[in-house]
C-alpha cells in the first residue's frame, strides 16, 4: 500500500482533547449519531446523492481558499478489467476500546474490504476473500470478483430537510479550535409505566456492522470496529453475478443483477438475513443504471430495465405494477423522493428525457422534460434535493455536462442551468447547497485497452447549486480517470477512487 499525505496534513488529536469535546455535546447528538452517514451507494435507500448537512462545505467557504486534497492511498488491490475500487460507506463517528474513530469502509474489486481511519488516514483492518469468481474468465461488462458497493444497513424514512442556509450538523472532531458552550442539563425523564417498554439509551452499546458481498455471491456482515465477522457469510447469488446497489434495510439485503453475467438472470434479488431465505425478481431486460435499486420509506423497492419502471414488493419483491416509458428504454437508476405529499420517482431515457413518475399512479409521466442529454447516453444515476425555500431539483448527467432541473407543483420540469463541459460525467453529489460535479474522463468502450488509451484524468468541480456557476476545481490533482469509483461524501470529505487504484479524499485543513 503507497500512502501520500498533501500540505494539507492531518495531525493527531490526543484522547483527552476529543473527550473533553464530546463531553460538551448533547444527549440529541449521540441519539442521532450516523444519521447523516453515506450510508449506501447514492448516500440512502432512495439513491438521492443528497448530503443534508456539513460542517464547513458551502457556497461561501468554497468561493474562497482551501479545499483541496487531504490525502490519497492506494490500497493493495488488483484491479478486474476497468473496476478497481468502489465508493466508501462512512461512519463520521465512532467510539471503540481504541478511542474514537471517523472510519471509511472500501471495497476492493480482488474480494477485498478495507477500512480507513479518515482521520489519521491509515488501514483501520483490511479483509480479504479468496472467491471461485477470481478464478474465472471476466470481461468489461462482467469484470467478477466484488462488483457492488459496500454498505451499512440503513433506514427507509427520508432523512429530514434542513431548514435553514446556513451550515449543519458536522462531526464533532473535525474541528476542534472553535468554542461551543456547554449545553444545558436534560430535563428529567418521568418514569415509565410498568407495562410500557424502556426507550434505548443512546448511550447504550450497540452492534455496527458492514455489510461486502463478494464476487462468490456471498453477504459478508462485519463489525465495524476490526472487520469480524461473527457467523458465516450468507448465499446470496450465484457465482460470478455483476451485481450493483447493494443496500440493507430491516434485515434484508437487496442488489441488481446485470449482464447475465455467468448466466445470473438480470433482476433484483433480496436475501432475509434472519431467515436465510432469496427472493427474485427477474427483468424483462437488462437493468439500468449503476446506483441499484431505489426504495421508497413505505419499503416499495423501484427499479429501471428495458423501457419498464417496475414497482416491487418490500421483502418479496413481487410485482406491485410498472411504469412503461414511451420514450425509449431507461438509461439511470431510479431516484425517489417526496414532493408536496407525493413520493415521485424519476430516471432518464434513450431518448434523452428525465421521466418523473407518481407512485400513486404509474399509468402515466407525473412530469417528463424536453429532450436535453445525448440520446443513449448512461446517466448511471441522478442526483435530487430540496432547497430552504422548498424547490425541488433534480440533477442529471447529460453527455458532456451536468443538466439541473427545478420541478414544479404543476408537473413541469425547467432547465434551471447546464454545467461547464465534463468528460462523461458520473452522478453528482449535493453537499448543504454545493453540488460536486465529477468529469469521469474515461473513454468509454468493451475493451481495456482501447478505454486506458483514450481516457483522459478525472476532475472534481464545485459548482453554485442554484447557478452552477464554478466555484472550485481539482485542477491536475488527478492522473487517472474514473470508471468503478464515482463519488461519496460526509464530514466535509468528498472521495474519489480513480482507474489506477488511488482514492483521493478532497476536503479543507485538519484544524487544531
Known sequence: MEMEK???????????????????????????????????????????????????????????????????????????????????????FYISY????????????????????????????????????????????????????????????????????????????????????????????????????????????RIQWVNALTG??????????????????????????????LVVVDRFAYVATQNSCSGVDNGVWALDMDGKSVNKWKAPANVAGTAGPAIAPDGTVYVTAGAELAALEAKTLAPKGSYKSAAGEFTSSPVVFEFKGKNLVAATSAQGHLQVVDTADLSKPFAQSAVFATPGYQAGGLASWQDPSGTRWILAPSGKNITAFKLGGEGKLEVAWTSRELVTPLTPVVINGVVFALSSGEFRSDSVKTTVAKSVPAVLYALDSATGKELWNSGATMTSFVHSGGLSAGDSRVYVGTYEGTQYVFSFPFEI
Open 216 to 245: 462468490d455471491g456471498r453477504l459478508h456482515s462485519l463489525y465495524v470496529s476490526n472487520g469480524e465477522e461473527p457467523a458465516p457469510a450468507l448465499p446470496f447469488l450465484p457465482v460470478g453475478a455483476n451485481a450493483h446497489g
Open 6 to 92: 498533501t500540505p494539507l496534513v492531518l495531525r493527531r488529536v490526543s484522547l483527552a482533547t476529543a473527550g473533553l469535546f464530546v463531553a460538551l455535546l448533547s444527549p440529541v447528538a449521540f441519539a442521532q449519531r450516523g444519521s447523516g452517514d453515506w450510508m449506501t451507494n447514492g448516500f440512502d435507500a432512495q439513491r438521492s446523492y443528497w448530503v443534508r448537512n456539513d460542517e464547513k462545505i458551502s457556497k461561501a467557504s468554497m468561493s474562497k481558499p482551501g479545499f483541496g486534497l487531504l490525502w490519497k492511498v492506494k490500497p493493495a488491490n488488483m484491479a478486474r478489467q476497468l473496476n478497481t475500487l468502489t465508493p466508501p460507506s462512512l461512519l463520521d
Open 98 to 205: 481504541r478511542g474514537f474513530r471517523t472510519l471509511g469502509f472500501f471495497g476492493g474489486s480482488d474480494d477485498r474490504v478495507i477500512a480507513y481511519d479518515l482521520h489519521l488516514s491509515r488501514v483501520e483492518w483490511e479483509k480479504s476473500y479468496a472467491a471461485k469468481s477470481n478464478r474465472m474468465a471476466s470481461t468489461v461488462a462482467c469484470p467478477g470478483g466484488l462488483t457492488a458497493n459496500v454498505t451499512r444497513p440503513t433506514v427507509l424514512a427520508y432523512r429530514p430537510v434542513p431548514t435553514g442556509s446556513g451550515p449543519g450538523r458536522g462531526t464533532p472532531a473535525v474541528t476542534i479550535r472553535r468554542e461551543v458552550p456547554r449545553p444545558a442539563p436534560p430535563p428529567p425523564v418521568a418514569a415509565a409505566k410498568p407495562s410500557a417498554p424502556a426507550a434505548p439509551s443512546p448511550f447504550s452499546p
